[in-house]
Structures are given as structure tokens and as C-alpha cells.
């Protein structure tokens, strides 16, 4: 009797757990979800400023447009005026980036820094935490605010930068704490997303705080890490024509 | 008669004294740029061997990617190969952009890290010039995570001896990796050579997600005066025996064009490069200062010859009775020209070989000077110092050229003595 209770009890156990580990990927999901546009173009206005160690600083202004159901985008450079024109196009699995000193596109990789700041051209794109990760942990933890859910990530894939991440996820099913680690668990950069701003029925963070954990400077007991900001304004859903996903956009923007 | 005239040389010692000093002068000149230019050749064939993966690199590709899935295999072919080699050691290389050295929040770019077998490569390698640890300090335990930096590196970063550094570079598939690492050697480099990091090859292969027995290519270093380009052909035909292989790589030129004209092909492809096509193009830079160097000796050459005609003119005419005397006992004209030719070559070879010990002397001098703190020179020297390179070739070269300018400006007062009268030159006064 006592050994068919204890085989119940263990049953009972596993099926919580995966009902609960079901909840937790549909949780990651809907997380993906309300930042991904199926449904519409996105279009919006970002200013990022890398502030370094040693107080000096950069400032970065690109429109960016979204049509996440083709998986494309395109990022024009605004300013500095020195890489004015410069621009990202997204087709599918490839990107490129135009040059228009040079006139001409190179293959390239959106893992790679965006105008050298800790902000990576794959961050202009809506997350995919459910398909690209495994959840390896989850707890509840306070964050400010917001009572979340932690869920350590392990990446399925080799097509993400980060193999490893660790994400606070609010009530409201919105990312506002990410850490990323490198392939040996070395905290990469964190970063915090404050505040969102609601598009149609999906959100667009309003700011993004990014520290680098490898670039800092230490004065005293402090430490100044590297950091950028990124500012989102002027979101919209307002379609895009197609010509606006091509090459010749990035050439033609620039001879005008 | 080579005898005679050497004799007459010693003789009239005094005469010929200036015109010596020309040509010693002239010769030492000769040794000192042609040994600082194949010794500037030599110090960076020794620095880019170091670089480049030995003086013979055999590079496995798959599609347009470095890579030997199975070093070993590579190695037993060129150990099998019984070419006269006296290192042959895989080495992992990471040429990707996104490799940074991070210390104390500062960070730098390196053009590459090389992963070695310190077991096999450990000798060529502890020639680097160290100025703090060295390569014995990566072997053993204590050894693991070690890594080996410029001291450009090291002066950029602020790091010394035994500090803790981060590597941090970007996999195959692009995805981020770390790891901590202490600082176990410091080489002298200010030049391109040292924007490189040594580190133990399965450390490196582990950061770069590969498996331990993984390299890029198979550093290959050969037997002191071995012909390189020939033991590298040599070694093309072996792994022809086994592999697709591709044709020979002349340049740094051939090698891209080979690479791209790969793409798609996922077969294994081996390819052997020397160093010597590495370096083509700085060695067509040097050869162009080697020219220059013999261009502004001919100059100098024509105006030794000049002095040495005018010379031998108010010789030929100072002797005029001595050369009379000889006639009168017997002597035939051409003998007198053989004689006169006799003595310039032996005024020559005398003076040459002064001139070759005053080079030797010149050397001393010029290597006492530490030229360390000017940048452009690191390419050129070891240890700050500039190095030089007497091979039999060159000085016998040098030596021919001094023969022949100064036989050549001996000619004409020479034939002018040998036509003289010996009654008429028997009455000068």
C-alpha cells in the first residue's frame, strides 16, 4: 500500500512538472509574442548612445522598419553625419550592409555590434526565446517593481549569439532584465528594459539600458561600465511598401 | 707574374695607399648595405615562420573554411614524407575579426591567436624574443590557460606577468565565448608580428567550439639551408598522393583565388604555401631596396674607377723607366699590361678583404644600436637590434664587382704602358 502511495505521489510530481514546464513555454511564448509583428510593418526611430568608460560618448540615430512575417528589415543610419546612408538589409537568413562611400553591400552577420556599441544589429528584430532556447531553470524573484519570473536559458541553436541567457520576466509578460552569458558563462552584458511603449496590440520597448561587462573603468570602489542607452520613438504599424526591403532602396536613398 | 706584381704592390705600397683606401672604403660599403638588406630579409623570414606556421604551412580546407578535422593524419603524411624538416606541429589559428584581450576593463584587437603544440613547437617557438616569462612556462599544470603577448599588447592593456586577461572571441557560428586566461610570457613585437597571442592549441579549440584534435593548418619548419620553395612543391606531391590538393601557391594572390574558387566544394582540400609566398610582396619591397642599395654603389663604383684611371695614369707615368728597364731585359709588351692588371686586381683583392674586416667591424657598431623605440623598424629587427647576413654569394658578387671596376679603370694606362718604346721610355728623366 505505502509503496503505491509513494509511486502515486511521484507520478502526481512529474505530470505537475511538465504542466508546469508547458506553462513556463507557453509563458516564453507569449513573451515572444507581444514583441513580434506578424500581423504589420514596424516602424520606428532609434537613438542610441554609446557612453564609454572614460565619459566620452556617441550618438547613433537610425530609422528602422520591420516586416517580421517576411523576416526583413532595413536600418538607415541617420546620423552621424559621417555614416549617414549607411544601411542594414534583412532578407530571411541573409543580411547585408551598404556602404555609400564605397557603393556597395557586404554579406554580414546580425550578431555583429551595431556602429560599434553593445547594441547588436539582431536586437533591431523581436525575440524568439521559445524556438531558439531550451529553459533549464525557473524562479520568482523581485525586480524593482515588478514581482518576475526568472528563467535561465540555454540555447538550442548555433545561430544565436548568446548560448546562454537569463531573463526576468514581469506579470505583463514583457522581458525587463536580460543577461547574456558567452559559451563558457562569462556575463556578457545586462540589460534592462524600464519601460514600453504599446503599438496596435504588441509592445516596442521605449528604452533599453545595456551595460558591457568586459569594458569598464574602476574609480575607487565604483565601477563605470561601458554603456548604451537606446531610445525608441515614433513607433508605427503603418505598411511599408515592398520596395522599401530591397537593395536598391539602401542605393536609391542615397543618390537622392 | 702574380707573384711580381704583388711584389711591385708592396713596393710602391705608398702610391697605391690612397687608391686602397677607396676601394676598402667602396667594399665596406658593398658589405655593410647588402648584409643589413638580406639580414633585414632573414630577421623577417624568421619573425613570419614564427607568424606564419612555420616555413612551409599546410592548410586544410573544407568549402572556403581552414580546417584539418584530423590533424594527425596531416602530420604522419609529412612525417613520411622523409623531407629534410626538423619541426612539423598542428596549430589552430584564429583568424576571425571579433578577437579582443580584455584587461581591467580595457580592452585591444588582435589581428590573430595562434593555438600550438608546445610539446612540438615549443623549441621554434622560444625564440621569440622574451622580455618577461617564456614559452617553458605553458607546459605542465601550471601551465593551463596560459597565454603568450606582445609587449605592444601588454602596454596597451597595462598588463604584466601573471595578471588575469579575458580572450574573448566570436565562434565558427557566431557565438560569443570567453575565457580567462594568465598572462604567462611577454615578447618584444611592435610590428604587425605582434598583434599576435600564443596560446596551447586545445585551449584554443575548446574556446573556439572545436574538438581537441581540430587545426587550421600543420606548421612545417625545415632543416637549416634547405630550399624551400622546392621541399614545398615536394610536399604538395605527397598529399597529391592522398588528397585533392591545390596547384602550387605562389603568392598571397594565388592562395585567395584558390580559396574563393573552392567555395562550395566540401571535400577535403589540402594546400601548401611557404613562407617565402606569405612574403612576396615585402620581398619584391626589399629586393627593390637591394636594387637601390646597388644602384647608389654603381655610382660610387664609377667614381672609384675614375680616381683609380687618373691614379694609374701618373703611376704609368712615374714608372715610365722602370717599365723601359723591364722592355730592355726582355719583357714583352703584354706582359707589361699583365703585370700592371695584376697589380689593380691585387690592389683590389688586398683592399676588398680590408674592406670586408671594416664592414665586419661596422656591424659591431651598428648592432650596439637599440633602435626598439622607433616603430617602423620592429619589422626589420630582433630584439630591437638590426641583424646582419653575410652569405658566400653575396660577398662573392661584391668581390667580383670591385674586380672587375678596378681592373677595368686599370686598363687603358696599363695598355698605354705596354705600348710605350723602351728606348724612349729608357731616356726619360
Redesign the interface.
Given at each position: 500500500m505505502k509503496k503505491r502511495i509513494i509511486v502515486a505521489l511521484l507520478l502526481i510530481g512529474v505530470i505537475c512538472s511538465v504542466y508546469a514546464e508547458t506553462d513556463y513555454i507557453k509563458m516564453l511564448k507569449e513573451v515572444d509574442n507581444l514583441v513580434t509583428f506578424k500581423e504589420s510593418d514596424l516602424s520606428a526611430e532609434y537613438t542610441i548612445v554609446k557612453r564609454d568608460p572614460d565619459g566620452s560618448s556617441s550618438t547613433t540615430v537610425a530609422a528602422m522598419f520591420r516586416r517580421d512575417s517576411e523576416e526583413k528589415f532595413v536600418v538607415l543610419v541617420l546620423q552621424p553625419v559621417a555614416d549617414k546612408g549607411k544601411g542594414y538589409l534583412k532578407q530571411g537568413n541573409n543580411l547585408w550592409l551598404y556602404d555609400p562611400i564605397g557603393k556597395g553591400f557586404t554579406f554580414t552577420s546580425a550578431k555583429e555590434r551595431f556602429q560599434n556599441s553593445s547594441f547588436r544589429v539582431s536586437d533591431f528584430t523581436g525575440s524568439n526565446y521559445s524556438g531558439n532556447y531550451d529553459i533549464k531553470s525557473v524562479k520568482q524573484e523581485k525586480l524593482g517593481k515588478f514581482n518576475c519570473t526568472v528563467f535561465d536559458l540555454e540555447a538550442n541553436t548555433k545561430s544565436v549569439s548568446f548560448p546562454k541567457v537569463k531573463i526576468w520576466v514581469s506579470e505583463d509578460n514583457l522581458v525587463r532584465k536580460l543577461e547574456d552569458y558567452s559559451l563558457s558563462g562569462q556575463l556578457m552584458r545586462t540589460s534592462a528594459f524600464p519601460s514600453y511603449q504599446k503599438v496596435g496590440n504588441r509592445w516596442v520597448p521605449a528604452k533599453i539600458i545595456i551595460q558591457d561587462h568586459l569594458v569598464f573603468r574602476k574609480v575607487g570602489d565604483k565601477v563605470e561600465y561601458e554603456r548604451t542607452t537606446v531610445d525608441i520613438k515614433n513607433p508605427s504599424l503603418n505598411k511599408q511598401p515592398d520596395s522599401l526591403y530591397t537593395k536598391e532602396y539602401l542605393e536609391r536613398v542615397n543618390t537622392k | 707574374m702574380f707573384l711580381f706584381a704583388l711584389r711591385n704592390l708592396f713596393l710602391q705600397r705608398k702610391r697605391y695607399a690612397l687608391m686602397a683606401l677607396a676601394v676598402a672604403v667602396g667594399f665596406m660599403l658593398i658589405t655593410v648595405l647588402t648584409g643589413l638588406s638580406y639580414g633585414a630579409l632573414e630577421t623577417i623570414k624568421t619573425k613570419a615562420a614564427r607568424y606564419f606556421s612555420g616555413h612551409i604551412i599546410v592548410y586544410g580546407f573544407e568549402n572556403t573554411g581552414m580546417s584539418i578535422p584530423d590533424s594527425k593524419s596531416y602530420v604522419k603524411i609529412i612525417n613520411h614524407s622523409r623531407l629534410p624538416l626538423r619541426t612539423v606541429s598542428p596549430r589552430s589559428v584564429y583568424y576571425g575579426k571579433e578577437v579582443?584581450l580584455?584587461f581591467?576593463?580595457?580592452?585591444i584587437r588582435l589581428l590573430r591567436v595562434i593555438g600550438a603544440d608546445f610539446e612540438t613547437e615549443g623549441k621554434e617557438l622560444s625564440k621569440l624574443p622574451f622580455v618577461e616569462g617564456g614559452i617553458e612556462a605553458l607546459s605542465g599544470p601550471d601551465g593551463k590557460n596560459g597565454i603568450i603577448i606582445s609587449t605592444e599588447a601588454a602596454r596597451l592593456l597595462g598588463t604584466r606577468l601573471g595578471d588575469d586577461v579575458?580572450i574573448?572571441i566570436?565562434?565558427e557560428?557566431?557565438?560569443?565565448?570567453?575565457?580567462?586566461m594568465v598572462v604567462k610570457g611577454i615578447f618584444d613585437e611592435t610590428n604587425i608580428f605582434g598583434y599576435a597571442a600564443y596560446m596551447n592549441r586545445e585551449e584554443l579549440n575548446i574556446?573556439m567550439?572545436k574538438d581537441p584534435g581540430w587545426a587550421t593548418e600543420i606548421a612545417v619548419y625545415a632543416k637549416e639551408g634547405s630550399n624551400i620553395p622546392l621541399i614545398t612543391e615536394r610536399l604538395r606531391l605527397e598529399f597529391a598522393k592522398t588528397k585533392d590538393v591545390f596547384p602550387p601557391i605562389h603568392t598571397r594572390h594565388d592562395f585567395s583565388e584558390y580559396r574563393s574558387g573552392n567555395r562550395g566544394n566540401d571535400k577535403e582540400v589540402a594546400a601548401v604555401m611557404s613562407v617565402n609566398a606569405q612574403l612576396e610582396q615585402l620581398k619584391s619591397l626589399l629586393d627593390a631596396f637591394l636594387l637601390c642599395t646597388y644602384f647608389v654603389l654603381f655610382i660610387f663604383l664609377v667614381i672609384v674607377m675614375i680616381g683609380i684611371l687618373n691614379t694609374y695614369r701618373v703611376i704609368v707615368y712615374e714608372r715610365t723607366r722602370e717599365i723601359g728597364t723591364m722592355r730592355a731585359i726582355g719583357m714583352q709588351a703584354s706582359d707589361v699590361k699583365r703585370i700592371f692588371l695584376y697589380e689593380a686586381a691585387a690592389l683590389a683583392l688586398v683592399a676588398s678583404a680590408f674592406g670586408f674586416v671594416l664592414g665586419l667591424v661596422t656591424f659591431h657598431f651598428v648592432g650596439l644600436f637599440d633602435l626598439s623605440k622607433v616603430t617602423a623598424a620592429g619589422m626589420f629587427t630582433e630584439n630591437g637590434r638590426l641583424q646582419y647576413f653575410i652569405g658566400f654569394r653575396s660577398v662573392a658578387l661584391n668581390l667580383f664587382f670591385m674586380l672587375v671596376a678596378v681592373t677595368a679603370a686599370a686598363w687603358r694606362p696599363a695598355k698605354k704602358a705596354s705600348l710605350m718604346p723602351p728606348a724612349q721610355a729608357l731616356r726619360k728623366d
Open positions: - | 579582443r580584455f581591467g576593463g580595457n580592452y579575458i574573448y566570436k565562434t557560428e557566431g557565438q560569443y565565448n570567453t575565457e580567462n574556446i567550439d
